[in-house]
């Protein structure tokens, strides 16, 4: 195992689960954790799969007495340790019981790492793909937004990005960035003469900044608006104005 993988356990995770042989099955995993779960109904015929998802999906689904558990492939190499965590998560899934917080660090930590990151990445980059309206809107301009707030809030120096509109015009989520795909997506519902400029400009803002400021890690927990970023975004002129707007027109 990696050295880098290696140091980003938790030293009493690594205590509180069950070694594992390296060359255990994964078969074999999920029965020793069905079992030291106390589960009690009879151990299912676990059958694994390893499938090329384009992320980090896996599920567990039970038909009659077998269980048929589907893992991404990027996490064929995980350590036992992890792989355990992973069976701990699923069956606490399946038989709507709570798992422990040293799997659920344990996993995270392990995804986490840049190192997996990067493979998480680039298996979304060449299994999927992101779907979006040119930047040029009817109304507004999103590669011209990014241009500019680039200048004036980042130096320049966040590079290019894909950025353009949704295929739909979403009132749910109103930006993403993509960080496998380097793309930003603006929400279609956004694109018209009744949306301030500002508000175009905010939320463009809010995605550049993910490109910024990585995610952090909380326990089992990813942050995705840390303390820094928010203390960032506050950068964004009449910030808490703009944000009441915001939720104003998409609470009407």
Known sequence: MPQSQAHSFPSETRQLLLP??????????????????????????????????SGLRSQIALQGNRARVRISDVLAEAPPIVLEALAEI???????????????????????????????????????????????GRY???????????????EGLLGPCRIGWSMKPSRRVLGRYDPAHHTITISKALDSELIPLEIVEYLVFHEMLHIRIPLERNGSRRVVHSRAFREAERAFPNYRRVRERLKKIFSE
């Open 20 to 53: 594992i042989q390296p060359a255990a099955s994964a078969a074999f995993v999920f029965s020793r954790v069905f079992r030291r779960l106390g589960i009690r109904r009879s151990e299912p015929d676990f059958h694994i799969e390893y499938r090329p998802f």
């Open 90 to 136: 699923l069956l606490a899934q399946l038989f709507r019981r709570r798992a422990s917080e040293e799997a659920r660090e344990c996993y995270m930590a392990y995804v986490l790492d840049p190192a997996v990151r990067r493979r998480v990445d680039e298996a979304r980059r060449t299994r999927s793909r992101v779907r979006l309206l040119p930047a040029r």
């Open 140 to 154: 507004y301009d999103l590669a011209e937004i990014y241009s500019r707030l680039n200048q004036r809030f980042f």
